[in-house]
């Protein structure tokens, strides 16, 4: 299995432009999530999907935009490029709750400057 | 905003000791996580603790949990180089919600 895969690693983008970061998971995974990390900020969630067809807000959406058609993936898309969202974006899948609790299993990252 | 905040930001020991790191959390919770990140690296998940238990082993890994003082630690006994990362404690944003919050982590470096 190769778990939750993201692509690209590394992507520099300069102000204004858009992209798509993608993540794919084999593990029949309903619930998705993309988390933004940031020095001394830890980890911060940006969207989130329990299920193909459902997403929803996490604490900083403002600038991201995500869809969920299937099962399998959850891509990212940055509408128009801001420095302000050179971070490392992580995202992460599980079964959802679990007997109460959510186990993610992330991804390896992709780090991201904007120029 | 931030749920969990880790305790120290930093911590170095020698290879052998043991290492403790805290997590402090603002609302109810049904469970608390801890993950592992190495450098370059996503998270890893280490042990989940359920709020009706107070403590929880695994392997070289003690989890207490405290939720009367909305608190827990995690003690990593013979340290390793292997251990060197940053370490995370999640919550539920709120009781039973699939939303997990990440504190700021603690980076323990292990010197041989």
């Known amino acids: 299995n190769a778990g939750v895969t993201q692509t690209p690693k590394f992507q520099v983008l300069k102000t204004g432009q858009s992209m798509t970061l993608q993540c794919a998971q084999d593990?029949?995974?309903?619930?998705m999530s993309w988390y933004r990390q940031d020095p001394g900020m830890g980890l911060r969630l940006i969207h989130y999907s329990v299920g193909a067809g459902i997403t929803d807000q996490g604490e900083v959406p403002n600038g991201y935009n995500v869809s969920r058609s299937t099962t399998e993936d959850f891509p990212l898309r940055l509408l128009s490029a801001a420095p302000s969202q050179t971070s490392v974006y992580f995202c992460?899948?599980?079964?959802?709750?679990?007997?109460?609790?959510?186990?993610?299993?992330f991804g390896a990252g992709s780090r991201l400057t904007v120029l | 905003s931030q749920q969990g905040e880790e305790d120290p930001q930093a911590l170095s020991i020698q290879e052998g000791e043991n290492a403790t790191m805290n997590c402090s959390y603002k609302t109810s919770i049904n469970n608390l996580q801890w993950y592992r990140q190495n450098s370059g690296r996503g998270l890893v998940h280490l042990i989940l603790?359920?709020?009706?238990?107070r403590e929880k082993h695994s392997g070289r890994l003690r989890v207490t949990l405290d939720t009367s003082k909305k608190s827990s630690s995690l003690l990593i006994t013979a340290s390793r180089a292997a251990d060197t990362a940053s370490y995370f404690c999640?919550?539920?944003?709120?009781?039973?919600?699939?939303?997990?919050?990440f504190g700021t982590g603690t980076r323990l470096t292990i010197i041989p």
């Open positions: 992460a899948s599980s079964y959802g709750l679990t007997s109460g609790a959510n186990v993610l299993t």
């Open positions: 999640a919550t539920p944003q709120d009781f039973g919600n699939e939303k997990l919050t």
């Open positions: 593990m029949n995974h309903e619930y």
């Open positions: 603790i359920r709020s009706n238990e």
